[in-house]
């Protein structure tokens, strides 16, 4: 995500790209699996998966 931004950020977190919901099959699938810096996955990505509008913007401050 922060690549999409035009950002150079360290991943530091694992994600599932696909909500698992308490799916073993998903969870451990390495197919499913994403790196996210924190910020990323605890605001963005966990914003798409309630289902709220996500606004991101690129380094140039325009939004994505």
Do not use: I, Y
Not at 3 to 27: I, M, S
């Amino acid at each position: 995500m922060c690549e999409e931004a035009g950002f150079v950020t360290p991943a530091n977190t694992v994600d599932h790209v696909t909500a698992h919901r308490g799916n073993e099959a998903l969870f451990f699938d390495p197919e499913n699996l994403a790196s996210l810096c924190a910020t990323c996955h605890s605001r963005h990505k966990q914003r798409e998966e309630h289902g709220r509008k996500v606004v991101r913007f690129g380094a140039d401050g325009w939004p994505l």
